[in-house]
């Protein structure tokens, strides 16, 4: 586990205690629960913290993570991504059963949350900073200490509840209009919402530029008062695990770089649709189709 400490990070390991490098300026912070995933194959990584942040790296940019774990699982595939992590006695535990009606996601238990006071100084005036709440997770009042960020938002975690065997539902999310007014750029899924088209309207209504992802369909996105749909090429899909993050990061990406949201639109669709042909963490973009996906904006 890391635990805080002014300008060092500590890795907790096997009950060990070892200082590591110093903390230095990163590009891209994203702050949001990394996750174990129960799969008929067993245990694996997840949350939208691990996967934003490798598609992050994988476009160049320096990244760092603010988390809750437990240290079930190695953090092998972040290795060289610095994490820093609040204690948990267990991490959040997803669990995704098909049935014949479709998939019934299970929350099998939950890691503290997480405030402005867990984000290290050397952090907190990171170009983007991305929000990606898993299960509740991050306290929404956090939107407000990043006035000099491109502050970027995926809310699935704040539309989603549990019951007492940890089935998950769609729920209410009383802060949104709060939340998104300081977000520069919203990305979420047509099934966070449950297909629900008056709530995305009313989402949109309080965001400067808002993706919502439709899987297969691929994206359509709200700005300026205009809607644009964007559809991906075609390809043999795997695995989507992950797809919706892999999107929103370089979204957020090409966002920052670019100032066009159409253009960021157009990127993370295209490169999106990558990861759907390779399973999990597999997904993750190379270099060559990053490369693919660039286009000259004047």
Not at 121 to 146: D, K, M, Y
Request: charged share 20%; glycine share 8%; net charge negative.
């Amino acid at each position: 586990m890391y635990a805080r400490h002014t300008g060092y990070m500590f890795l907790r390991y096997n009950q060990t205690m070892l200082q590591i490098t110093p903390l230095e300026p990163i590009d891209y912070l994203v702050v949001g629960h990394i996750t174990v995933d129960l799969t008929p194959q067993g245990l694996r990584l997840g949350g939208t913290a691990t996967y934003a942040a490798l598609t992050a790296r994988a476009l160049g940019l320096r990244v760092g993570v603010v988390t809750s774990w437990g240290a079930e699982l190695p953090l092998g595939p972040l290795s060289g991504i610095p994490v820093a992590s609040f204690p948990a006695e267990q991490s959040t535990t997803f669990e995704n059963i098909q049935t014949p009606d479709g998939r019934v996601q299970y929350i099998r238990a939950a890691a503290p949350r997480l405030d402005y006071y867990h984000i290290p100084e050397p952090w907190r005036s990171t170009p983007i900073v991305h929000l990606g709440p898993v299960a509740q997770e991050v306290e929404p009042a956090l939107v407000r200490n990043f006035p000099d960020s491109l502050l970027c938002l995926t809310p699935q975690g704040w539309l989603r509840g549990w019951d007492d065997d940890g089935k998950v539902y769609p729920t209410d999310w009383p802060e949104a209009s709060f939340v998104l007014q300081y977000c520069g750029g919203t990305v979420l899924s047509i099934e966070d919402v449950a297909d629900d088209e008056e709530r995305i309207e009313d989402m949109a209504a309080f965001c400067h530029v808002m993706a919502v992802t439709e899987a297969s369909q691929g994206a359509r996105l709200f700005w300026n008062g205009d809607v644009r749909r964007f559809r991906p090429p075609a390809v043999e899909e795997v695995d989507a695990t992950g797809a919706g993050d892999i999107f929103a990061a370089a979204f957020f990406f090409r966002l920052h770089t670019t100032r066009d949201p159409w253009e960021a639109a157009r990127f993370a669709t295209q490169l999106s649709a990558f990861s759907v042909t390779r399973p999990g963490l597999a997904g993750i973009p190379t270099q060559d189709e990053v490369s693919a996906c660039m286009v000259e904006v004047l």
